[in-house]
């Protein structure tokens, strides 16, 4: 280490991001465990990482099924000098989930759009001229297998606000036992309505680049497609977690040591069977849409109140 504004990634270090990334809810002695230090020590660590602004932040990310939209369309946008008004005519189309700004002049910007609306997708390449749509995914949103409870968007909306907040103190704010919003929590975790990332500022992540990878699957791709995917990026880069699963539409979480690393993965991910496409994006900064979340949230928290003093 040469100071925290020269701070240098080492092997445990990496381990602890891969941890974080694949949930970053894991508490510190979790992470010592699972890479060989005590709880101490992952805390440190972490500690480090945070002020050397190697991490930038926890958060949430909850899939928007749960408020009843069917699709989320991730688009590709060059578009160097309008951005905001491109944006803005977004809005009219859907919900902005994800807005990432990339390298080489490239915006990733994920949208929410439900099941009624699905024709505005075909309007896009129109409606967002003078902005070139370089790439267009569409995901399908699987049918939600849990049945969702007032207790459970309660418990969203805490870890909205801070997604590392202890299960004792969620209980205490939505005044259920712990081992409820444990066990609700486990539910949401288990069934993909919710899951914990972090925000890493690429600067600061001397010698490694971290990447995503959006991949487009046929209609009849089986699970065996996606394991050969995850196979081929693990075998090529230091950290390949998947992420968003959808119908037809995965992503994963990549960190690699060079850019040259790149090209070789994602030629050898769109020639397996089952891959229609793929595209690799490198972020620079990014910021999620929780407003809307929150929203759609609170008038779900209402509605289950307004039927409960119905009956």
Not at 41 to 62: H, N, P
Not at 128 to 146: R, T
Not at 152 to 160: A, E, Q, S
């Amino acid at each position: 280490m040469v100071g925290l504004k020269g701070y240098i990634l080492d092997k445990k270090d990496i381990d602890i991001l891969r941890v974080l990334i694949r949930d970053s809810r894991s508490s510190y002695r979790q992470i010592g465990l699972s890479i060989g230090l005590s709880t101490n020590a992952a805390k440190a660590r972490i500690s480090r990482l945070i002020s050397s602004g190697v991490i930038r932040q926890f958060f949430t990310s909850i899939n928007v099924a749960a408020f009843r939209y069917s699709k989320l369309c991730y688009l590709f946008i060059r578009n160097s000098k309008s951005i905001d008004e491109t944006l803005s005519r977004i809005k009219l189309l859907g919900q902005m989930v994800l807005e990432v700004e990339g390298i080489g002049g490239i915006s990733l910007i994920a949208i929410a759009i439900r099941k009624n609306d699905e024709v505005k997708i075909e309007l896009l390449t129109e409606a967002l001229k003078p902005a070139l749509i370089q790439n267009l995914f569409v995901g399908q949103s699987s049918p939600l297998k849990l049945r969702l409870r007032k207790t459970d968007f309660k418990i969203l909306k805490c870890l909205l606000s801070d997604p590392r907040m202890e299960i004792s103190e969620i209980a205490k704010r939505i005044s259920v036992s712990s081992k409820t919003a444990g066990d609700r929590l486990a539910k949401l975790k288990e069934n993909r309505i919710v899951m914990f990332n972090v925000a890493t500022d690429p600067v600061n992540m001397k010698g490694y680049i971290r990447c995503g990878m959006l991949v487009r699957l046929d209609t009849n791709a089986s699970q065996k497609t996606i394991r050969l995917v995850q196979e081929v990026l693990e075998s090529q880069f230091i950290i390949a977690l998947p992420m968003i699963h959808q119908e037809n539409v995965t992503s994963f979480q990549l960190v690699v040591n060079s850019i040259f690393e790149i090209d070789p993965a994602l030629k050898k991910v769109e020639s397996l069977d089952g891959v229609k496409s793929a595209e690799v994006f490198i972020p620079q900064r990014g910021r999620m849409h929780q407003d809307w979340i929150l929203r759609e949230i609170d008038e779900n928290i209402n509605a289950n109140e307004k039927h409960h003093n119905i009956l």
